[in-house]
């Protein structure tokens, strides 16, 4: 059992399209981390939160703690943002984390 | 440098081998965590740390030994290398506790067991 879902598992999206990315969980959370993992294999962190909505630039986090549901938003998509981008999840029982298996998004110019 | 270090970045090993995967961080973050990503199954934690000599297991933390002395170290052992340990690993730390605190990731070591 997957206790955190993502979709979709690929995406194909012209420059400038708005693009919009999935991730529901079936545990309880302290928090919900996005990370984004580049074709050479580098991960970075690019929001952790645990109600409401974050934005940094052209990036935007939300999440809906009652209906377990987060949603990673780009605007104004480039080429630059092509990577794998993953949901990770905090369960609030334990220390562990459990993680998506990614969405893979291309974007084309 | 600055940041979060992993050593070596690829390795080869035979089955039965015992191996050491290090991780190292400048930042004095009091969390470390050593995850495996399989394709199909995503990241996956086999470890974490609290603190210098405060470690726990993850969802999958068998054939497997974790070790810290130091603040700044957490090696990964794998005691008697197998097949299904070929994966790619990746160490991270963090300043907060639990799932509070963005992550910080190292590059990543590539191990292919024979």
């Known amino acids: 059992k997957n206790e955190v879902e993502q979709s979709p598992q690929n995406l194909t999206a012209q420059e400038g399209e708005f693009i919009t990315i999935n991730c529901s969980y079936s545990?309880?959370?302290?928090?919900l981390h996005w990370l984004q993992q580049h074709p050479g294999g580098g991960i970075v962190s690019l929001f952790m939160?645990?109600?409401g909505k974050k934005k940094h630039g052209r990036l935007i986090a939300t999440i809906n703690i009652q209906e377990k549901h987060s949603s990673l938003h780009i605007t104004a998509s480039h080429p630059r943002d092509s990577a794998v981008y993953i949901c990770?999840?905090?369960?609030?029982?334990?220390?562990?984390?459990?993680f998506g298996t990614g969405t893979s998004l291309t974007v084309i110019p | 440098d600055a940041g979060i270090t992993q050593s070596p970045r690829y390795k080869i090993t035979e089955t039965g081998r015992q191996v050491t995967l290090m991780c190292h961080q400048t930042?004095?973050?009091?969390?470390m965590f050593w995850y495996r990503q399989d394709l199909g199954h995503g990241l996956r934690l086999i470890y974490y740390?609290?603190?210098?000599?405060?470690?726990d297991k993850g969802e999958v933390p068998d054939g497997y030994v974790v070790s810290r002395s130091k603040t700044e170290n957490f090696p990964l052992t794998l005691e008697s290398a197998t097949r299904s340990q070929t994966s790619v690993y990746f160490c991270?730390?963090?300043?907060?506790?639990?799932?509070?605190?963005?992550?910080?990731f190292g590059p990543g070591t590539r191990l292919t067991v024979t």
């Open positions: 991270a730390s963090s300043g907060l506790a639990g799932g509070s605190g963005e992550q910080y």
């Open positions: 545990v309880g959370i302290s928090a």
């Open positions: 939160l645990s109600s």
């Open positions: 990770a999840v905090h369960r609030n029982t334990g220390n562990q984390f459990y």
């Open positions: 930042w004095s973050h009091s969390y």
């Open positions: 740390s609290a603190a210098a000599d405060i470690t």
